[in-house]
Each structure stands twice: as C-alpha cells, then as structure tokens.
C-alpha cells in the first residue's frame, strides 16, 4: 500500500450551524478579536495584518468597525479601546483613502476625479482591478462605524468620515463602471452600503440610486438555474463561495430597506443552496469555488434564510479557518469582511433547527438522514453523499455524469446521460424510504433514441441506485457498463480530506493512501467512510498520465479547484468557472456491471452507496407495467419508459 500525507480541501470543513452562537460565545470571540487587534496595533495607528498581501484597502477600517461593535454591544469602553478606535480611524483617513487614479485602471468613466476610494493592493498600478470591490468593503465599513461608533470616535472624525464615504458612493456609481467584475455579490454589497448610508445621512437620493441599480444592475442579470434565478458570480449562477454572501447582503438589504425585493430574491437563492447541499452539507455546483466556502461572510444569510425556506441551509460545510471574522494571520482579525461579523454579531435570528424525519424531495434532489443525490439542470447526478463521503461526476472523454456508459466496438464511448428533449420525473416516500424515478430520452451514436431510467431510493444511511436501460436498438457488439461516479472527499474530524489516488492506468485497482483504501473486493469498493457496492462486476480504471486527467498521478495532489484554475482560461481564476473543468478529459472510472438476469432487450444495473459493504442480491423482471426489480432492502416497480395512460411515470416502491 503507498502511502502519503493527506491531501484536505482548502476552505470546506464542518457545518456552520455547529459553531457556538449564543451571546456568551460571541462576546468570548469578540473580546479575544479586540484584544488582539489592539495588541498588534502600531505607533502610527495602523489595526492592518501585516502578513496580507492583498485586500488592504478595507482591513484598517474593518478592524475599527470591529471595535465600534464591542463599544455599540457594551462588551469594551475603557480608554484603551477608545484610543484605539481613534487612532486607527485617523490612519485610516491620513494613509489609506486615496483620491489619486490608480496606473492601469481600466474601468474608470470619469478620469481624474478626486473623488476617494479604497486599494485591492496600496502599490500603484498593482491589481487595480479589485479597487472596486475593495472601495465597496471600505463603504461598508464605514456607515457601520458612522452607525455604531458614535460616542466612540469624536464629532470631526464622524463629519469628516461621512464626507469620505459619500465619495466612495460617488466613486462607485460616478467615476467607475458599475460592478466591473460582473460579480453580483459586490453589486449587491454596493447596494447595502448605499442604503444604509442614504438612510443615516437622510439622503433619499442616494436610497432611489442604490435601488435603481439592484433592479437594473442585478436582478436584470440573474440566470435560471434549475428553475431558480441565481445573481451572476464571475460568469457563471453555480457559485459555492459568493452565493452564501449574496445571502447575507439580501438580509442586511432588506433589515436597512424593508424592501420585499430582497426577502424574494435571497429566497430563490436559498433554495437553491437548499436543492443542492447534500444531506451533510457539502456543496459541489461548480469547480471554481467548490473548495473556497465562505466563512463569517456568509453567516447571517444563511441563518437569516434558514429560517424564511424552513430549511437547515446551517450543514453547509464552512470555513472554521474564518468562522466569526476574516483572518489571514490566525487568530488576528484582519478587519477584511467585517462588516459581516458586525451583522452577524447584532442579529438575532437563530438557525432553522428541525431535521427532516421525511425524506425531502425537490426536483433536482432526493435527502433523508445521511444520504442524498443532488442533479444537474438535465436531471443527471452530479453528487452523492453517502458514508460521510461526497461522491462527484466522473467524466469520460469530456462526458459529465453519473450513469449508463456504451462502448462500441471502435472505441467510441458514449455516457447516456444527456437527455433529448424534456425528462420525467416520479417520487415517492414511504415505509421508510425515499424514491425518485427520473426517466430520459438520450441519443445514441447511431442517433437511435433510447429510453434511460434512473431510480434512487435511500432509507436514511444509505442510497441505492438502480438503472434500467433498453438496450435493444444498440449494437450487439456494444458493451454495457455504469459508470458510479468518482469517490472525491470524506469526513475527516472536522475537515473533509481528498480521496487520493495512486496506480498504474488500464484498468488496475487504484489505491487511496492511508487511511483510506479503495480496493475492489468482490462487488465492493472502500473509498474513504464509503462503501460502494454492485449487484454485479465493479472495477476500476484509472486514466493516462496528463494535464488534462483528473486523479492521474500528476495530479494526485491536485484538489479539483486547483486543476480547475491550471486548465483554465486565466491564471487567477476570472471568467467562466466552469472552464477549466470542462478541460478535463477524463476521471478514474469506477465501473459496474449490468446484472445477470436482467430481462430480454434490458440492462439493469444496481448500486448502493452506504457507510458499509453490502450483499446486493437483486433480480429483474419483466411485469405488465413495467420492470419488478426486487432487492434485500426494497421491491420497486419501475414503470414502462412512456408511463402511465395519461403519459405520467409510474413508480411503486414497497419493503422486500
């Protein structure tokens, strides 16, 4: 066995319902975040963390906010935090508002304005695309030290304070393109901090700006995904780090407007989280953010929503690294994000705490207790969860998916995922269970359409899938098999560690590094908690040597975000997200068998996804009204491909 150090997603680590919340906890995190501020303070007034390298512009500021909220909650009003607060602000006013047009901007639609904004990065002309962004943090910051600092900083530093960030305002709106990125979760952060500074200084036009700019800017730019409109994150709606941020500027939106846009728009954003979030939390929907979970910045919106869908949004997996605040150096709040930890520390919301006992089914996925399948817009599974382990699409010459793959006799391969015109779908709950039937038309190489059925049932631990595939129209020399998915990452304590991948390709059992193991033993495969077991043969086959492999043996360090950001279009990751991962050519392939004595002209494959091995002992038959598949923990009638008299799909799920 070769073993390894482990490999750990970056940012994706426990549920972030878990964490302490309640006012001891809090004022405990606060106290220590002041204390340490303040201790690193320097002679010149400086709060800033001096191992960042980048988002400056906001952190100073960030940090006196942070210590308005100690003052406003009356956990700290000693004069040593008075000091602080005051000095910090003046450095802040002195050294990092800059009114100068920084070398390189290309945004900007009135040059030379002197009108102040904040640095992504102080040395001129260095990145200064994140000036916005940046200058949007620092507005943020300021209206909560405008809102709570008062008594706290002197009358000249609120005056003067107000006037800086009615120019970044300006700046915003005026002197740059409006949301440059194309990033909608800053959109929507420039809109909180317009109408919270409109309202503190009474300007009503600032308010109807800050309006005019979320209806136009925003909500005119969303995508539909799976039913849903979702705010555009760098190009793409499927975003992991920025949605749950998204979350918590519609909460403040709406706490500082009243505004029922907001409640509507975040909503939509919540059931989407909610749609796609296995049943632990762990959230896969796009590469480029699949391993940078937010922290602090998404935790108000994620309570605050949890609630209005009923839904327990707080088992997304979140970084522990920046729970309550932001922190590039351990243990020193950075000031970066804090208007966050200032939200989150003066609500009083609380978390949607009610697990389902029922098995909870959308459209796009099935969950009951420890098991779930989330799937794509054209209803193919691109994650299971089950053994405290998240199982993605595998992809087989540039095909995503998890389900029937055809291989002709020329080497051509096809993965009959992708289906040709609308897709049926039945659920079902009962004796325990939870099923869903989704049933598809998919195309062949031939161009001959062939009915595709998919059926998940799960009692809670486990997931069991069934598959039944008229292979009657294919070739006789076409080989059958099912392509399971790809083992990617399982709970380890409080992280989640990548299932590594080390072996020879063509068709060698691939071994995980200790601890995990993934040798194929009969019809089982162990691969981190999981075991994954076929009623029939299972293998595996791991792909050549190359850039453009996922799990080869140069990338067996490689997370898939970071494969994602090698192959794609710019090195820092901008444009479509999606990109790079679409590069990818193949994955391992663990591969199953149909069953022995599926019925004539059928292919019946049956899997099962669980925290331990199991017999699978299954037969098939053909019924009246469809195929009897008959398993040791279920009997399922899945119904002819054309349904029912009215064309609905029938499906009947029972105990054995």
């Given at each position: 066995?070769?073993?390894?150090a ?5 940012s ?6 878990d ?5 001891e ?11 340490a ?11 800033e ?5 980048d988002?400056?512009g ?15 909650r ?6 040593e ?8 602000l003046d ?8 009114r100068?047009?920084n ?39 300021a209206v909560?030290v ?12 609120w ?18 393109m ?10 929507i ?23 005019f ?6 909500r005119a ?7 849903l ?17 998204s979350?918590?500027?519609?909460a ?40 940078q ?8 919106g ?7 869908v ?10 522990r ?20 930890t ?31 399948v ?28 998890i389900?029937?793959?055809v ?12 289906p ?12 325990g269970?939870?099923?869903?039937l ?60 990548r299932?590594?991948t080390v072996?020879?390709?063509g068709?060698?059992?691939?071994d ?18 999981l ?40 090195p ?15 994955t ?25 091995p199991v ?13 009897l ?23 009947r799920?029972?105990?054995?």
């Amino acid at each position: 066995m070769t073993t390894a150090a482990a490999v750990y997603l970056p940012s994706q680590h426990a549920s972030v319902h878990d964490l302490p919340h309640d006012d001891e906890a809090l004022r405990t995190v606060l106290a220590e975040a002041v204390s340490a501020a303040i201790g690193r303070q320097r002679p010149d007034g400086n709060l800033e963390d001096l191992a960042a390298v980048d988002d400056i512009g906001d952190m100073a500021l960030g940090v006196v906010s942070l210590l308005c909220l100690s003052w406003h909650r009356g956990d700290r009003r000693d004069t040593e935090l008075v000091d602080a607060a005051r000095r910090g602000l003046d450095f802040v006013l002195a050294e990092r508002i800059f009114r100068t047009d920084n070398p390189g901007e290309p945004f900007l639609r009135v040059r030379d304005s002197g009108l102040p904004y904040a640095r992504y990065v102080l040395e001129a002309g260095d990145h200064p695309f994140g000036d916005w962004p940046s200058t949007v943090w620092a507005l943020l910051h300021a209206v909560n030290v405008l809102e709570f600092g008062r008594g706290l900083i002197t009358e000249a530093q609120w005056t003067a304070l107000a006037d800086v960030a009615t120019g970044f305002w300006r700046w915003l709106t005026e002197a740059s393109m409006f949301n440059p990125q194309q990033t909608a979760n800053q959109a929507i952060g420039a809109v909180v901090a317009g109408l919270t500074l409109g309202r503190l200084l009474s300007e009503k036009s600032i308010v109807d700006d800050a309006m005019f700019l979320y209806h136009s800017e925003v909500r005119a730019a969303r995508v539909v995904d799976r039913g849903l409109r979702l705010p555009v994150e760098h190009g793409a709606g499927h975003d992991q780090n920025y949605l749950p941020i998204s979350l918590t500027f519609l909460a403040r939106a709406y706490q500082v407007s009243g505004e029922q846009c907001f409640l509507e728009d975040g909503d939509e954003i919540a059931r989407h989280l909610e749609m796609r979030l296995s049943a632990r939390g762990f959230d896969y929907g796009g590469p480029r953010y699949s391993e940078q979970h937010s922290g602090c910045e998404g935790m108000l919106g994620l309570r605050f929503f949890s609630g209005r869908v009923e839904a327990e949004l707080g088992r997304y997996l979140g970084d522990r690294r920046v729970a309550y605040y932001n922190a590039s150096t351990p243990g020193l709040p950075s000031g970066h994000f804090a208007f966050a930890t200032v939200w989150f520390f003066l609500d009083e919301h609380r978390w949607y705490r009610a697990p389902a006992e029922a098995p909870v089914h959308t459209r796009y996925s099935l969950r009951h207790g420890r098991a779930s399948v989330s799937l794509t817009g054209d209803l193919t599974p691109y994650l299971i969860d089950a053994g405290a382990t998240a199982v993605i699409e595998s992809i087989v010459d540039h095909q995503h998916g998890i389900g029937p793959l055809v291989r002709y006799a020329d080497g051509r391969r096809t993965l009959l995922t992708r289906p040709l015109g609308p897709s049926r779908v039945r659920d079902v709950t009962g004796d325990g269970l939870g099923a869903k039937l989704v049933t598809k038309a998919v195309v062949s190489w031939d161009q001959v359409m062939l009915p595709v059925q998919q059926l998940y049932v799960t009692d809670g631990e486990r997931l069991h899938l069934i598959a039944v595939l008229d292979r009657s129209a294919l070739p006789v020399s076409a080989e059958l098999a099912f392509l399971a998915g790809l083992p990617y990452a399982s709970a380890d304590g409080q992280r989640q560690c990548r299932i590594r991948t080390v072996g020879e390709p063509g068709g060698s059992p691939f071994d995980l590094a200790e601890p995990w193991r993934a040798l194929t033993t009969g019809g089982t495969l162990l691969a981190g908690g999981l075991a994954l077991s076929a009623a029939a043969g299972l293998r595996v086959e791991n792909p050549p040597q190359g850039p453009a492999y996922f799990n080869s043996a140069r990338t067996a360090e490689m997370t898939l975000e970071q494969l994602s950001f090698w192959l794609g279009d710019d090195p820092r990751g901008y444009g479509n997200p999606d990109a790079g991962w679409r590069r990818v050519i193949a994955t391992n392939h663990v591969l199953a068998d149909p069953i022995f004595d599926s019925p004539h002209g059928r292919a019946v494959f049956a899997l099962c996804y669980g925290p331990e091995p199991v017999a699978l002992d299954v037969s098939a038959e053909e019924a009246p009204d469809g195929v009897l598949v008959r398993t040791p923990f279920f009997t399922a009638l899945v119904g002819h491909p054309a349904g029912d008299i009215a064309g609905e799909p029938v499906l009947r799920v029972g105990t054995p």
